[in-house]
């Protein structure tokens, strides 16, 4: 029988193989530059950051622990403010004893005149006093189905702020709606923007407020700063969004509610233990024993715990 020898290895496979060697070092090397660059800008990203990603001339001053929360996380809280503002009967109670000590029935408006040194009011003034509180009065009156003082302070204190639009009007008074916080968002164009497009160099001073849709997250609307009321809570002046009042005890509440949940669920085993007794005796003498311990009073007419 003849011995079978290999085929030998044609020149253009051996190329083949030493040009997928090659590639295959060439991507090696090509990753692990990736992975130091990212590392690198991982290191740079802990120095002081702008307070904006168009900074101008506004950097940010103090550590990293200051920094506010990020969208997700105060839209996150602002979801759970609102479920236990709501379910929770503590919660409930804190935000209705705000609602009524500090914007209950009594709160209102009026103008004065400011003063300067020894200036004396003259009549004129009184008139436009006058008629800046009776304007005021109208605009409530027209628009007490859509605004209150109550419902303003109960959505900047469980949502962190209010938005409060105006619609223009020939006539006095205009119409004014509230705008849930959710609607004012970042569009694809300006991600970072937070729904509030302020001047470059200055974040206090906001141009206009973006609406977007809330299932798509497109743009709808520009609504110009003079045509809405922006109400923030739990926030510094150079911060866009408000905080709501609820963030520091989130937890506490919810650990509290899962602790009464447990504590009734323990109440609830407790009381259905069954107890077991061994009788000495007839069968007849055990069964008479247990007819007694049903009925709830022992062999000598006391009254004992119920078998079952």
């Not at 168009?54 to 609102?82: C, H, I, T, V, Y």
């Not at 509180?133 to 007490?144: G, I, K, Y």
């Not at 004014?176 to 206090?204: L, Q, W, Y």
């Amino acid at each position: 029988m003849k011995p079978r020898f290999a085929p030998p290895i044609r020149p253009f496979l051996m190329l083949n193989y030493l040009r997928d060697k090659l590639s295959t070092v060439s991507l090696k090397a090509r990753y692990e530059r990736l992975i130091h660059e990212r590392l690198l800008n991982l290191t740079e990203s802990t120095s002081p950051q702008s307070v904006e990603d168009d900074p101008g001339r506004w950097q940010l001053a103090g550590d990293a622990g200051s920094l506010p929360l990020g969208d997700m996380e105060r839209m996150d809280a602002r979801s759970r403010a609102r479920h236990l503002a709501t379910h929770n009967p503590h919660a409930r109670n804190m935000l209705r004893l705000l609602e009524a000590y500090v914007a209950g029935p009594g709160l209102k408006l009026t103008h004065r005149e400011r003063r300067r040194g020894d200036d004396r009011p003259n009549l004129d003034q009184t008139r436009l006093i006058a008629r800046a509180d009776l304007l005021w009065q109208d605009f409530l009156t027209v628009n007490q189905t859509h605004y209150s003082y109550r419902e303003h302070a109960r959505r900047a204190w469980r949502d962190g702020e209010c938005f409060v639009r105006k619609f223009e009007s020939s006539a006095w008074p205009p119409a004014v709606r509230f705008v849930d916080p959710e609607r004012v968002a970042a569009d694809p164009s300006d991600p970072e923007s937070g729904g509030i497009v302020t001047e470059p160099h200055d974040v206090e001073s906001p141009l206009a407020y973006l609406l977007v849709d809330r299932q798509t997250g497109r743009l709808l609307e520009d609504v110009p700063a003079a045509e809405m009321l922006h109400t923030r809570v739990g926030a510094d002046s150079n911060q866009k969004r408000g905080i709501t009042i609820f963030a520091p005890v989130l937890d506490v509440l919810d650990c509290y509610e899962q602790w009464m949940k447990t504590e009734l669920l323990a109440r609830k085993l407790q009381s259905s233990i069954v107890l077991w007794r061994k009788v000495q005796g007839s069968p007849q003498q055990a069964t008479s024993l247990a007819d007694a311990a049903a009925s709830g009073a022992g062999l000598s007419g006391d009254r004992r715990e119920r078998l079952k």
